[in-house]
């Protein structure tokens, strides 16, 4: 199993739609996670950390599910400019960060 | 504010031939320093991460190596690249407990 796993995708939907990811990890001793967003041929950028009681940021919200082991992130409202690839991170402990493959998201018109 | 700078931006490099990427980051101490690369169409992999001068850590054995001989400086090297070194390489750094960001990149094609 891998440590950090996510839908490749990809999703296809329409501007203004709800759209959301989940990302699954596998070792319940992880401490911190995070969403990375990364547009084509380009670096990842922090797009927000996930805390244990859920954060709003916007039209995104990231959850965190210790129980099942998994984070997730809503979109409402979906932009056009919102297409990107989305990274899930888990902190395993240490300086050891571990990303997922990515989450592919093409908004269209 | 800390910044990172990653260079060359774009490189293209026959097989056998030497490699070597940089990084600096400013306005932080003693960071944790770390190199990822990125294939086509697949996810990061940690290559070397380092929490101190002279100080390396190795995630995968390969061809490569990386070397910090100052605090913000992190260097990735290869004596001989080989087609499969090709990809995209992100210099990060990070301070413990906090998130990492990324440099800019380098795209590297071995032909």
């Known amino acids: 199993r891998k440590e950090v796993e996510q839908d490749p995708g990809p999703f296809n939907v329409p501007e203004g739609a709800t759209v959301a990811f989940n990302c699954t990890y596998s070792?319940?001793?992880?401490?911190?996670f995070f969403w990375y967003r990364q547009d084509c041929r380009k670096e990842p950028k922090l797009l927000m950390s996930v805390y244990s009681s859920g954060n709003e940021d916007g039209r995104f919200t990231a959850q965190l599910n210790r129980a099942s082991q998994y984070i997730s992130l809503l979109i409402r409202d979906s932009k056009l400019s919102d297409s990107a690839t989305y990274l899930c991170v888990v902190n395993m402990g240490g300086n050891k960060l571990v990303f997922g493959a990515g989450t592919i998201l093409r908004v269209k018109s | 504010s800390q910044t990172i700078h990653q260079w060359p931006a774009t490189l293209v490099q026959p097989v056998g031939s030497p490699l070597s990427l940089e990084c600096t980051v400013e306005g932080t101490s003693n960071p944790n320093l770390y190199w990822y690369r990125q294939a086509a169409g697949r996810g990061l992999q940690l290559l070397f991460y380092s929490v101190g001068i002279g100080q390396i850590s190795s995630e995968v054995p390969q061809n490569l190596s990386a070397s910090r001989p100052q605090d913000r400086q992190f260097i990735l090297s290869s004596k001989k690249l080989l087609l499969s070194d090709s990809g995209f390489y992100l210099c990060?750094?990070?301070?413990?407990?906090?998130?990492?960001?990324f440099g800019e990149g380098s795209w590297l094609t071995v032909v």
């Open positions: 990060a750094w990070r301070l413990p407990g906090n998130t990492i960001y």
């Open positions: 070792n319940s001793a992880s401490q911190s």
